[in-house]
């Protein structure tokens, strides 16, 4: 595997405000940028190219840590101002990518919530969410939070292909059942749902069927979106592990989305699933706050937070590309690279 540069930078703000009336939250927060988990559909890639960066290899393998994240938003939630509204963690990229081990971030990014009663709400598939079970237990007997784990299949040798530096997906479902247990309202991500990959109805069975044993709370869905960025590397993904389907998808994503009739079939056969296994919200396909809005916010988010990282480059310079290296803008004829 290659080697992860980790570039520590200053943050002069960390809450930044999401628009868009249907999201059950107003802001988000995001300790890091890049993400060595490496998912081949990550909406967040795109936004690598804001900061002129490879939103494949070079996402995968540069981390930014804002190592002053924490008391930073500590003097954020302290203004008279702060109403205490929910916040989402980690809508750009991992909170509990490995990095977290050593910065510990995320952990106090959790403790300023707890301790300035602000409610929140984070999506991971890193078991080292279990670490933190102290916090997100005191969170959830005071202002409230919910922990989303991503789980697209339960196939290891798939989730090694779209997924490869992720723990296997039975280990989530371990630690989505731990904090269960521990009282604290923790659901599944079956998303995205990716077509001829997952979109099966063995798949999703088996995924809705898991996340009721292992006692998730609630469950929603997004289907696969390819934009820019994230679709060159999506390409490459399918011309190298499965060339079969590149005439699927030449069908399906002449644009970044599926078809609404796909869409909608899935949409329909999730929630029949839900219902057949005992989910509360089985009669809504996709729940508002769930992946296809922590995604939007993700994408809206990330955007902002790549004019912050480069409004502080002078002071806390990361490293460039090389006079003369390849750079990666948006091309007109990107959405043709299937």
Not at 71 to 91: D, H, K, M, Q, S
Not at 157 to 168: C, F, K, Q, V
Not at 175 to 204: C, K
Not at 290 to 311: D, M, S, T
């Amino acid at each position: 595997m290659p080697a992860v540069k980790v570039v520590e930078m200053q943050s002069k703000s960390l809450l930044n405000r999401v628009h868009g009336s249907y999201l059950p939250f107003r802001w988000s927060v995001n300790p890091y940028r890049g993400c060595v988990h490496a998912c081949v559909y990550c909406y967040a890639r795109r936004y690598h190219e804001y900061l002129d960066m490879d939103p494949g290899a070079g996402f995968e393998r540069q981390v930014f840590v804002k190592v002053n994240a924490v008391a930073v938003l500590r003097r954020e939630l302290a203004r008279p101002g702060w109403r205490r509204e929910n916040v989402a963690i980690g809508t750009a990229v991992d909170a509990y990518q490995p990095v977290e081990g050593k910065y510990r971030l995320t952990r106090g990014i959790l403790e300023a919530f707890a301790d300035f009663h602000t409610p929140c709400n984070l999506m991971t598939k890193n078991t080292m969410v279990v670490r933190d079970v102290d916090v997100l237990r005191a969170l959830a007997q005071g202002p409230g939070v919910k922990v989303g784990f991503s789980v697209t299949t339960l196939d290891p040798e798939l989730a090694r292909r779209i997924e490869p530096d992720t723990p296997p997906p039975h280990q989530r479902l371990k630690a989505l059942e731990r904090l269960a247990a521990a009282g604290i309202h923790a659901g599944v991500l079956l998303a995205p749902v990716l077509p001829g990959l997952n979109d099966d109805d063995a798949s999703l069975r088996a995924v809705v069927r898991a996340a009721a044993d292992h006692g998730a709370r609630f469950l929603t869905s997004g289907v696969l979106r390819l934009q820019d960025g994230v679709r060159s590397v999506y390409g490459d993904f399918l011309r190298r592990d499965a060339p079969g389907l590149l005439p699927l998808y030449r069908r399906l994503y002449p644009g970044p989305y599926a078809p609404r009739g796909y869409q909608d079939r899935i949409y329909a056969r999730i929630a029949e699933l839900k219902e057949l296994y005992g989910f509360a919200d089985a009669s809504r396909p996709l729940a508002a706050g769930g992946a296809a809005g922590a995604a939007e916010a993700g994408r809206r988010g990330a955007a902002a937070e790549a004019g912050k990282i480069r409004a502080t480059r002078e002071t806390n310079p990361a490293p460039t590309a090389a006079a003369g290296a390849k750079r990666f803008p948006v091309l007109p004829g990107q959405l043709t690279l299937f």
